[in-house]
C-alpha cells in the first residue's frame, strides 16, 4: 500500500483483499471489501493489488456487494474504469444499473469541472503575460504578489471562521461519545447538541455557498429580467436561508416599491443573488437589534433614466458607526459584523456582481437612521443604443 494512504481502514483492507485471494469467503467479507475498496479508491489512485479484487466482486452473486463496488469507479483511471463500468453497466440488477448511472454521473462531472479549472488557470496564465507585456515583469510580479497576499488574508480568514465552527461541534462529539460509552446516555442533552449541530451545519452551507458564489464573478450574458419578479425570488431565498439557520425574520415588514412593467437588462443569477445578499444583510440586522416601533425593510426599484437600474435596500436599524462603514467599504470577503449568522460574503459578493454589470454597491448610513445599500446596475453601452 502508499504510505500515504493513512485512514483507519487501511490495514483491515489488506487483510481483506489476502483472504479475498484464498477464496471462498463469506457474504459479509465481501461485502466489507467492496465497501472498503470504494472508499479506498476515493482517497488515491488504485494499487496494483486491488484490480483483481474489483473484478471479482463485479461479478460477485450477491448484487449489493456489485452495487457497492461500482461506487468506486468515478474515481478510477481510465484503463481500470472503463472494463469495471461496462460490465456493470449491463447488470441485471436494476440496483447495481442505478449505481453505475450515477457514478458516471459523478465520474463526468468530475472531469468536466477538471477541464474547467485546467482551462481557468491557462486563460489566467494569458491574461498574466498580457499584463506584463503591456505594463513590464516588474508592475506584472508586483500586482501578483498582490493578488498572493489578498489569496492569503482571504484564505487565512476562512480557515479561522470554520475551525471556529468545527471545534465546538469535535468537543461535542467527544462528549457524546463519553455519554454512550457509559451506557446512559442523557436524551435531551444528546438532542440539544445535535440540535445545535444542525445549526451549524446549516451555517457553514451557507459560508461555503456564499464563498463559492463570490468566486463567480460573471457568467452567462444579459437578458431582460422583471425587476419585481427578481425581488420576490430574492427576498424568497434571503428569508428561506436566514429561517434555515434559526433565524426568525417574522417580525419584519417588508415593504417592496417596484413597478409591474419596470424591465432592465442584466445578468440575471448575478443581479439576484448581489440583490439576496442585501435583502438577508438587512433582515439580519433588524433581527438582531433593539428597534423603537416596527422593524421595516424597504426594497426599491427604479430605472436609472439611461436603460440603467437602481435597486435599494433600506433598513431602519441601529445604523452604522462611520469607522464599521469605512470597513465595509473596503467589501473585503470574509469580514463579518454579524453576531451568529454572518459569513462576511454578502456585501463583498453584492459589490463584486454589480462590478460584474459595470456598476457598483453603495452604502449610505448614519448611526441611529438606519441604513442604505443600493445597487447601481448600468445598461451596457450596446444596449443602450438599441
Avoid at 461496462?86 to 449505481?99: E, G, I, T
Avoid at 498580457?130 to 484564505?155: H, I, P, Y
Wanted: positive net charge; aromatic residues 6%.
Amino acid at each position: 500500500m502508499h504510505s500515504n494512504l493513512e485512514w483507519d481502514g487501511a490495514g483491515r483492507l489488506e487483510e481483506l483483499l489476502g483472504r479475498l485471494a484464498e477464496g471462498n469467503q463469506p457474504v459479509d467479507l465481501r461485502r466489507e471489501a467492496a465497501v472498503a475498496l470504494a472508499e479506498a479508491a476515493s482517497r488515491m489512485p488504485p494499487e496494483p493489488s486491488w484490480i483483481k479484487p474489483m473484478h471479482w466482486l463485479t461479478v460477485d452473486e450477491d448484487p449489493m456487494i456489485r452495487r457497492d463496488i461500482a461506487r468506486a469507479l468515478p474515481h478510477l483511471p481510465d484503463e481500470v474504469y472503463s472494463p469495471l463500468a461496462a460490465r456493470l453497466a449491463d447488470d441485471c440488477n436494476q440496483y447495481v444499473r442505478d449505481a453505475v448511472a450515477k457514478a458516471v454521473e459523478r465520474r463526468g462531472r468530475r472531469q468536466r469541472q477538471g477541464r474547467k479549472q485546467r482551462k481557468d488557470v491557462a486563460d489566467f496564465q494569458d491574461r498574466y503575460r498580457a499584463f506584463e507585456a503591456t505594463f513590464g515583469a516588474k508592475a506584472a510580479r508586483q500586482a501578483r504578489r498582490m493578488a498572493n497576499e489578498m489569496f492569503d488574508v482571504l484564505v487565512g480568514g476562512t480557515l479561522h471562521d470554520m475551525d471556529s465552527i468545527l471545534s465546538p461541534m469535535r468537543v461535542d462529539l467527544d462528549l457524546m461519545r463519553r455519554h454512550l460509552e457509559t451506557g446512559k446516555p442523557e436524551r435531551a442533552s444528546c438532542r440539544a447538541r445535535m440540535e445545535k449541530w444542525r445549526k451549524k451545519f446549516e451555517y457553514l452551507h451557507a459560508f461555503l455557498t456564499d464563498l463559492r458564489t463570490y468566486a463567480r464573478a460573471k457568467e452567462g450574458q444579459r437578458s431582460r429580467v422583471c425587476v419585481q419578479e427578481m425581488i420576490q425570488r430574492a427576498l424568497m431565498t434571503a428569508r428561506d436561508g436566514l429561517q434555515a439557520m434559526g433565524l426568525d425574520t417574522e417580525a419584519v415588514a417588508v415593504d417592496v416599491e417596484a413597478s409591474e412593467t419596470l424591465r432592465a437588462s442584466l445578468y440575471p443569477r448575478q443581479a439576484t443573488t448581489a440583490l439576496m445578499h442585501l435583502i438577508r444583510n438587512g433582515l439580519e440586522t433588524l433581527a438582531e437589534a433593539t428597534v423603537a416601533g416596527k422593524k421595516r425593510l424597504a426594497i426599491r426599484a427604479r430605472d436609472d433614466g439611461n436603460n440603467g437600474l437602481l435597486i435599494s435596500v433600506e433598513d431602519n436599524g441601529p445604523g452604522i458607526d462611520p469607522k464599521t462603514l469605512q470597513e465595509l467599504l473596503a467589501f473585503a470577503p470574509g469580514k463579518t459584523t454579524r453576531k451568529s449568522h454572518g459569513t462576511g460574503f454578502g456585501l463583498p459578493t453584492a459589490h463584486r456582481f454589480a462590478e460584474a454589470h459595470g456598476g457598483r454597491l453603495k452604502i449610505d448610513s448614519q448611526p441611529g437612521t438606519g441604513a442604505v445599500f443600493t445597487l447601481v446596475l448600468p445598461a451596457t453601452e450596446e444596449e443602450t443604443a438599441v
